[in-house]
C-alpha cells in the first residue's frame, strides 16, 4: 500500500464525544500501547512524515491526552488511522487515568467503523502488566489485534532475533500478526503498511 497524503482530521478528549466530521463512515484502525512505547512516532514514519510530524512526540510520557485522528488517503483507498492515549503512565493523577480509561473504552466499543487494532509492545521489556491487561480486553472486544513490538533499533540482529521468538510465543501469534518495527530505521514499516491494508481493504477498495 502506498500512501498518498494524510490530514488531521481532528481529536476527542471526552468519552462519547463523536469522532471528527471528516473521518466519519471510513474504516480506521487505532494505535494501542503504554505510554512512551512509541505509538505517535511509528505513526509519523508509517505515514512518511519524520521530517514534518503530524502525530506529536515528546520525551514526555502521557504526551497524547486525546484521540487523534489522521484522514489518509492511499492507494487503496481512503481510511484513518487512530492515536490513542497511552495508558500506564504512573505518575498520572488517578482521576486522570480514569477519564483516559473511559475515553479509550467509549472509543473502542462504540465506534462501527473500527476494523482492527495495532497494539504495540517495547521490544526490549516485552509485554507489561499493564500490555497483558490491554491486550486481554482486546481480546474480549473480539476485534482483529496486530502486534508490533517498537524501538527495534534498541536491540542488535541477535537479540532482535530472539526477542521476537520470545515474545511471539508470549502472546501465543504467529509470525504474520507480529511485525518488529523503528521509527528510527524504518525497519517494518512496508510490512506494517500492507497488514493496515489488509485491515481496511475491505471498504477502501
Ligand atoms: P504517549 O503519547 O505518551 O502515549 O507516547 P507515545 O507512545 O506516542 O510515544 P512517542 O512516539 O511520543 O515516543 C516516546 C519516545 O520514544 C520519544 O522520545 C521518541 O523519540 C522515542 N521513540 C519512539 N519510537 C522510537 C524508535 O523506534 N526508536 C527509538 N530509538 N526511539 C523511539
Ligand atoms: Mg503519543
Sequence with gaps: MRIKSVEFAGAIGQAGQA?????????????SGRSNVGKSSLINRLL???????????G??????????FRVRSDA??????????YGFARAPEALREKWRKLIDGYLRETEELRGVVQLVDIRHGPTADDDRAINYLADLGLPVLFVLTKSDKLRTQKRKQAILEIGARLAVGEEQLIAFSALSGEGVEELLEAVGGLVADEAG
Design 48 to 58: 512518511g512524515r519524520t521530517r514534518t510530524p503530524i502525530a506529536r512526540v515528546s
Design 60 to 69: 514526555t510520557p502521557g504526551k497524547t491526552q486525546e484521540i487523534n485522528f
Design 19 to 31: 469522532g471528527p466530521e471528516m473521518v466519519r463512515g471510513l474504516p480506521q484502525v487505532a494505535f
Design 77 to 86: 483507498g481512503e481510511f484513518a488511522l487512530v492515536d490513542l492515549p497511552g
